[in-house]
């Protein structure tokens, strides 16, 4: 599976973002997928995670109400809308899949796309 991350950029304290990630290949739909960023200096952190049928969902605190994952296994995409954005939301953000369920925990990830830069300006 390749994946391919868009839709970054400048945006202002307060604004909207939809990022996507392309999927190569005909086993998208096999895949729990997730969105991680990782911060200049900071380590790579989990953001979210959607599971194969795109039923359930999993965020980490600081984005719960503000970020919404979904997918469209039609389309072999995954999305992550990103709302109410602060500057500490400022990051290179990856999308991954993952076959176990650990994926919706942000652990054992079998591939990873590139990044996509969000920068959230005050």
């Known amino acids: 599976v390749q994946l391919q991350a868009s839709g970054g950029g400048l945006v202002q304290a307060g604004g909207s973002l939809r990022l996507s990630c392309a999927a190569s290949?005909?086993?998208?739909?096999?895949?729990?997928m997730d969105w991680f960023r990782q911060a200049p200096g900071k380590e790579r952190e989990f953001v979210a995670a959607i599971t194969r049928s795109g039923v359930s969902t999993n965020y980490t605190d600081s984005v719960k109400g503000r970020f919404t994952i979904s997918r469209d296994n039609a389309k072999n995409t995954v999305y992550l809308q990103m709302n109410s954005l602060k500057p500490e939301d400022t990051a290179v953000y990856f999308c991954?899949?993952?076959?176990?369920?650990?994926?919706?925990?942000?652990?054992?990830?079998?591939?990873w796309g590139k990044g996509t830069q969000v920068t959230v300006s005050s």
């Open positions: 290949g005909r086993t998208f739909s096999s895949y729990n």
């Open positions: 991954a899949a993952g076959r176990t369920a650990s994926a919706l925990k942000g652990y054992g990830m079998d591939y």
